[in-house]
C-alpha cells in the first residue's frame, strides 16, 4: 500500500489535526507558565533567605550590569539578528528556571554530602567546585539545547551561539548576584559595618566590578560547541553530538577552576584571574569580533550571485557587507519614509545575511533539506520590500564605497563606488560596477525593459517568474 499524497485527504476521508499539544499556543503557553512559575518560586526562596530589605537592596545592586552585558551580546548579533522572543526566552531561562535547578540540586547535594561524611566545611568546599559547575553550567546550557532544537533556523553558527549562551548565563548571573548581595547587606546589618569596608562592597567589587563576564564566560564555551555543531552537515550527527558536549565540559571546567581559586591560598583567586580568566576573555573576545567580521565578508562574497541574476542590485552586496553602510540606510530610510521604513530595512538587511549564509552553507555541502524552499522563502522577503530597501541600500553606497579609479576619457571629476561612468561605455553608459565586481544592467538577467514590478524573469536560482528545482542544488 503507497501513502496518500501529501496534498490529499486520508484514506478514510476524515481530516487530522495536530494533537493539542502540537499547537503552538499550547507549547507557548505551557513555557510561559513554567517560567513564571520558575521565577516566583525563585523569588520566594531568595526573599526567605535575604529578607524583603536586603532582596531589594540586592536586586538595586544586581541589575546594574545586565543593560551592558546584553547590549554587548545583542552588538556581536548585529550582522545577522535574531529574534528578541529567542533573547527574552534565553534571559528569563537562565533568571528563573536555571536558577531555580541551581539552588535546589546544591542545596541538596550539599546536604547529602555533609551528613554522609559528617563534615560540612569539605561538603561546601566539594559543592562549590564539583557540584555547582556541573549543575549551573548543564541548567544554563538547557536554553542553548531549546534554542537549537525548536528554533533552528535561527541558530546558523558560533555567534548564534554565543549570544543566546551569553544572554542566559546574564540572565542566571543576574538572579546569583541578587542572592549574594542580599546576603551581604543582611550580614552588614548584623555586623553593623557599613561603607568601603563592608561585605556588601566587597562582594559587589568582586561580581559586579570584576567579574561581570564570569558566568558568560563559561556558558559562552557551550554556545561556541553548539556553534560549530550548527555549521556541521546533517550526515555528521556524532559530531554534531560530541561537539556541544565538549563545550559544557569545557564550560564545567573553567567554572570548576574559578570557583576553587579562593582554596588556592591567599592570592589564588587573583592568579587564577590575571593567569586564566583575563586571557581565556580576552581570547574569546578575538574569537567572536573575527566570526562577526567573517561573517560579513560572508555576505559580499556571496550576495553578488544574486545580484547578477537581477534579485539585488549591483551595489547592495556591498553595502550589506559594511556595518556602516547598514546603519546610514536605516538611517536614510527613517528620515526619509519614517520609523516604519527604517524598520523594513533592518529587515531586509538581515534577510540578504541569511539568505548569503544559506547560500554559504549551501555550497559547502552542509545545506539541509529544505535548501530550495528556505531560499525562496528569503528572496519573496527581500523582493516584498525592494521599494523601500534599495533607495536607501543605493544612498549608503555612495556614501561608504571607495573611489574607482576613472580613465582618461571619463569626465575630469570623481566618481564614487559602483556610479562612476566609464568612458568606454560612452556618454550614456552605466558600469554598475562596485568593489567586488561588474554585473552589468539587471535587463541581461531577466528584467525586461521598462520592468518595475514583480520577479526577475530569469531561472537559474528557482526565480517566482519560472518552475523551482525539486531537488537542492548543493546535495
Same mark, same amino acid.
Request: hydrophobic share 45%.
Given at each position: 500500500?503507497?501513502?496518500?499524497?501529501?496534498?490529499?485527504?486520508?484514506?478514510?476521508?476524515?481530516?487530522?489535526?495536530?494533537?493539542?499539544? !502540537?499547537?503552538?499556543?499550547?507549547?507557548?503557553?505551557?513555557?510561559?507558565?513554567?517560567?513564571?512559575?520558575?521565577?516566583?518560586?525563585?523569588?520566594?526562596?531568595?526573599?526567605?533567605?535575604?529578607?524583603?530589605?536586603?532582596?531589594?537592596?540586592?536586586?538595586?545592586?544586581?541589575?546594574?550590569?545586565?543593560?551592558?552585558?546584553?547590549?554587548? #551580546?545583542?552588538?556581536?548579533?548585529?550582522?545577522?539578528?535574531?529574534?528578541?522572543?529567542?533573547?527574552? #526566552?534565553?534571559?528569563?531561562?537562565?533568571?528563573?528556571?536555571?536558577?531555580?535547578?541551581?539552588?535546589?540540586?546544591?542545596?541538596?547535594?550539599?546536604?547529602?554530602?555533609?551528613?554522609?561524611?559528617?563534615?560540612?566545611?569539605?561538603?561546601?568546599?566539594?559543592?562549590?567546585?564539583?557540584?555547582?559547575?556541573?549543575?549551573?553550567?548543564?541548567?544554563?546550557?538547557?536554553?542553548?539545547?531549546?534554542?537549537?532544537? #525548536?528554533?533552528?533556523?535561527?541558530?546558523?553558527?558560533?555567534?548564534?551561539?554565543?549570544?543566546?549562551?551569553?544572554?542566559?548565563?546574564?540572565?542566571?548571573?543576574?538572579?546569583?548576584?541578587?542572592?549574594?548581595?542580599?546576603?551581604?547587606?543582611?550580614?552588614?546589618?548584623?555586623?553593623?559595618?557599613?561603607?568601603?569596608?563592608?561585605?556588601?562592597?566587597?562582594?559587589?567589587?568582586?561580581?559586579?566590578?570584576?567579574?561581570?563576564? /564570569?558566568?558568560?564566560?563559561?556558558?559562552?564555551?557551550?554556545?561556541?560547541? #553548539?556553534?560549530?555543531?550548527?555549521?556541521?552537515?546533517?550526515?555528521? !550527527?556524532?559530531?554534531?553530538?560530541?561537539?556541544?558536549?565538549?563545550?559544557?565540559?569545557?564550560?564545567?571546567?573553567?567554572?570548576?577552576?574559578?570557583?576553587?581559586?579562593?582554596?588556592?591560598?591567599?592570592?589564588?583567586?587573583?592568579?587564577?584571574?590575571?593567569?586564566?580568566?583575563?586571557?581565556?576573555?580576552?581570547?574569546?573576545?578575538?574569537? =567572536?569580533?573575527?566570526?562577526? !567580521?567573517?561573517?560579513?565578508?560572508?555576505?559580499?562574497?556571496?550576495?553578488?550571485?544574486?545580484?547578477?541574476?537581477?534579485?539585488?542590485?549591483?551595489?547592495?552586496?556591498?553595502?550589506?557587507?559594511?556595518?556602516?553602510?547598514?546603519?546610514?540606510?536605516?538611517?536614510?530610510?527613517?528620515?526619509?519614509?519614517?520609523?516604519?521604513?527604517?524598520?523594513?530595512?533592518?529587515?531586509?538587511?538581515?534577510?540578504?545575511?541569511?539568505?548569503?549564509?544559506?547560500? $554559504?552553507?549551501?555550497?559547502?555541502?552542509?545545506?539541509? /533539506?529544505?535548501?530550495?524552499?528556505?531560499?525562496?522563502?528569503?528572496?519573496?522577503?527581500?523582493?516584498?520590500?525592494?521599494?523601500?530597501?534599495?533607495?536607501?541600500?543605493?544612498?549608503?553606497?555612495?556614501?561608504?564605497?571607495?573611489?574607482?579609479? =576613472?580613465?582618461?576619457?571619463?569626465?575630469?571629476?570623481?566618481?564614487?563606488?559602483? &556610479?562612476?561612468?566609464?568612458?568606454? $561605455?560612452?556618454?550614456?553608459?552605466?558600469? @554598475?560596477? $562596485?568593489? &567586488?565586481?561588474? @554585473?552589468?544592467?539587471?535587463?541581461?538577467?531577466?528584467?525586461?525593459?521598462?520592468?518595475?514590478?514583480?520577479?526577475?524573469?530569469?531561472?537559474? @536560482?528557482? &526565480?517566482?517568474?519560472?518552475?523551482?528545482?525539486?531537488?537542492?542544488?548543493?546535495?
Amino acid at each position: 500500500m503507497h501513502p496518500p499524497h501529501p496534498g490529499g485527504a486520508p484514506e478514510d476521508g476524515v481530516l487530522r489535526h495536530a494533537h493539542w499539544w !502540537q499547537r503552538r499556543w499550547v507549547r507557548y503557553g505551557a513555557l510561559i507558565t513554567l517560567l513564571a512559575l520558575s521565577g516566583l518560586v525563585i523569588l520566594a526562596l531568595v526573599r526567605e533567605q535575604t529578607g524583603t530589605e536586603g532582596f531589594l537592596v540586592g536586586l538595586g545592586l544586581a541589575v546594574l550590569p545586565v543593560p551592558l552585558l546584553v547590549a554587548v #551580546f545583542r552588538w556581536l548579533d548585529r550582522v545577522e539578528p535574531g529574534p528578541w522572543r529567542n533573547l527574552v #526566552f534565553a534571559f528569563a531561562w537562565g533568571a528563573c528556571a536555571a536558577a531555580l535547578i541551581a539552588i535546589v540540586a546544591n542545596s541538596f547535594a550539599t546536604r547529602w554530602i555533609a551528613m554522609a561524611t559528617a563534615d560540612p566545611s569539605g561538603a561546601d568546599t566539594l559543592g562549590a567546585t564539583v557540584i555547582a559547575p556541573v549543575v549551573e553550567e548543564s541548567a544554563k546550557a538547557a536554553a542553548v539545547l531549546l534554542v537549537f532544537l #525548536f528554533r533552528r533556523r535561527d541558530f546558523t553558527g558560533i555567534v548564534d551561539g554565543v549570544v543566546i549562551a551569553g544572554i542566559t548565563a546574564t540572565g542566571f548571573a543576574f538572579t546569583e548576584n541578587i542572592l549574594y548581595l542580599g546576603t551581604a547587606f543582611g550580614t552588614d546589618q548584623l555586623t553593623g559595618d557599613s561603607g568601603i569596608s563592608s561585605v556588601t562592597a566587597a562582594t559587589f567589587f568582586v561580581r559586579v566590578v570584576m567579574s561581570p563576564f /564570569a558566568h558568560p564566560l563559561f556558558t559562552v564555551l557551550t554556545g561556541i560547541g #553548539f556553534g560549530i555543531a550548527a555549521l556541521s552537515g546533517e550526515g555528521r !550527527q556524532l559530531r554534531r553530538a560530541l561537539l556541544p558536549l565538549a563545550g559544557l565540559l569545557l564550560a564545567m571546567s573553567m567554572h570548576a577552576l574559578w570557583n576553587g581559586s579562593s582554596s588556592f591560598g591567599e592570592f589564588g583567586f587573583f592568579a587564577v584571574y590575571v593567569a586564566i580568566m583575563v586571557p581565556a576573555f580576552g581570547l574569546l573576545t578575538w574569537l =567572536v569580533v573575527w566570526t562577526r !567580521q567573517r561573517e560579513l565578508r560572508t555576505v559580499r562574497e556571496e550576495l553578488p550571485a544574486y545580484a547578477a541574476a537581477g534579485w539585488l542590485t549591483p551595489a547592495e552586496p556591498f553595502a550589506l557587507g559594511s556595518m556602516r553602510a547598514r546603519r546610514l540606510a536605516r538611517v536614510y530610510a527613517r528620515r526619509h519614509l519614517g520609523r516604519s521604513a527604517a524598520r523594513e530595512v533592518a529587515r531586509y538587511e538581515a534577510y540578504a545575511t541569511s539568505l548569503a549564509f544559506l547560500r $554559504h552553507r549551501g555550497r559547502r555541502g552542509r545545506a539541509n /533539506a529544505d535548501f530550495v524552499v528556505r531560499e525562496r522563502e528569503l528572496l519573496n522577503e527581500l523582493w516584498r520590500r525592494k521599494d523601500v530597501a534599495r533607495p536607501a541600500l543605493d544612498h549608503a553606497a555612495r556614501m561608504t564605497a571607495p573611489p574607482v579609479p =576613472v580613465p582618461m576619457a571619463a569626465p575630469p571629476w570623481p566618481m564614487y563606488g559602483a &556610479y562612476g561612468s566609464h568612458g568606454s $561605455h560612452g556618454s550614456h553608459g552605466s558600469s @554598475y560596477g $562596485h568593489p &567586488y565586481g561588474s @554585473y552589468g544592467h539587471p535587463q541581461s538577467y531577466g528584467y525586461p525593459q521598462g520592468h518595475s514590478s514583480g520577479y526577475p524573469a530569469g531561472q537559474a @536560482y528557482g &526565480y517566482p517568474g519560472g518552475p523551482y528545482p525539486a531537488p537542492n542544488p548543493y546535495q
